[in-house]
């Protein structure tokens, strides 16, 4: 994973997570599977459990040890109201920075691009 993509995902992975999280219930290596069949696959295992004690910390999440047949119990995240409302904001700020990123790209590719209005409307 290339420089960029580590630095651009710092910003986004807590939220990635909490999405994960609120579509099933997770462990912690459910949440790393599931990230490498999402394309992730350069996220390191403790880097996923590092971001779930820091949501769980913040409140983000409710936590319930659940026994494992292949071991010590296992603690399975639960998005709880407070880690919904972050979910939420987080969705919407990334489709506010996705639209605006979108619309500059379009308008630097263009070939005569004259950088004025192109009839597109941003919220």
Request: aromatic share 8%; hydrophobic share 40%; glycine share 10%.
């Amino acid at each position: 994973m290339g420089k960029q993509m580590t630095e651009m995902l710092k910003g986004t992975l807590e939220g990635i997570v909490l999405a994960l999280i609120a579509a099933n219930p997770a462990y912690g290596y459910d949440i790393t599977a599931r990230l490498r069949d999402q394309g992730f696959s350069d996220i390191a295992e403790g880097t996923v459990y590092a971001l779930l004690l820091r949501i769980e910390k913040r409140g983000l999440v409710d936590v319930e040890k659940v026994p494992s047949e292949k071991g010590p119990a296992r603690k399975v995240y639960t998005l709880n109201a407070q880690g919904a409302d972050y979910l939420r904001e987080f969705w919407g700020s990334w489709s506010f920075l996705t639209a605006r990123i979108e619309h500059l790209q379009w308008d630097v590719q263009q070939p005569h691009n004259t950088g004025g209005n192109d009839g597109r409307e941003m919220d």
